[in-house]
């Protein structure tokens, strides 16, 4: 968080619109705290995210359209998450267009998919005009009006890493043990007794 100020301070607006490009919602949540604690105003928040969003949507459908299906088609990764973004195109169509940047996993390869499908500019823009606006809205509210809780984990991760860390941990290592002993007891189960040897006179 620290360093996230501090980059609200030397960058401004232009590193919350950067972030909102790249990062998505995290940059956004933490902007939204930033905004309760007074280093930015939570309107224009929403705008700028808004701004960056529309950004990233419309690069991202424009190499699309120019040479989405060559690119698809250059990464397995691509190319399998591109298969399930078509279909979900097909079966949902515009409910897709308007959800796909709260899908994880698939928004950043479905602008692509679109814009090498046959939905045209115009029923995008419309679209995902009204999509980046409610995510703007409601990521960064639930960051400005969570902001004491977000700020009250990041200052107590290092009083809580050790169970944060470790509990999982100790969780693994006793299912692995109680799975190689129910392993054990079924083995011995399953082996054979010997048959006692009677000596006949």
Do not use: C
Request: glycine share 8%; aromatic share 14%; charged share 15%.
């Amino acid at each position: 968080m620290d360093a996230f100020l501090a980059s609200i301070q030397d960058y401004g607006y232009w590193f919350l619109i950067f972030g909102a490009l790249i990062e998505g919602e995290s940059i956004l949540l933490l902007a939204g705290a930033a905004a309760y604690m007074g280093y930015f105003s939570l309107p224009m928040v929403m705008t700028v995210s808004f701004i960056g969003a529309i950004i990233h949507d419309q690069l991202l459908y424009s190499i699309g359209k120019v040479g989405g299906t060559a690119l698809l088609h250059r990464s397995k990764m691509f190319e399998k998450k591109s298969h399930r973004a078509f279909a979900l195109l097909k079966k949902y169509d515009h409910w897709l267009i308007m959800g796909f940047r709260f899908v994880y996993g698939i928004r950043t390869i479905t602008p692509v998919v679109i814009g090498a499908s046959d939905i045209s500019f115009k029923r995008y823009t419309f679209l995902t005009i009204i999509s980046a606006a409610i995510w703007a809205i409601i990521v960064s509210s639930v960051g400005y009006f969570l902001a004491d809780i977000i700020q009250s984990l990041i200052a107590d991760f290092e009083g809580y890493k050790f169970y944060i860390i470790g509990t999982p941990i100790l969780l693994i290592g006793l299912g692995i043990g109680i799975f190689y002993l129910i392993k054990h007891q079924r083995s011995k189960r399953k082996t054979p007794a010997h048959p006692k040897s009677s000596n006949t006179l």
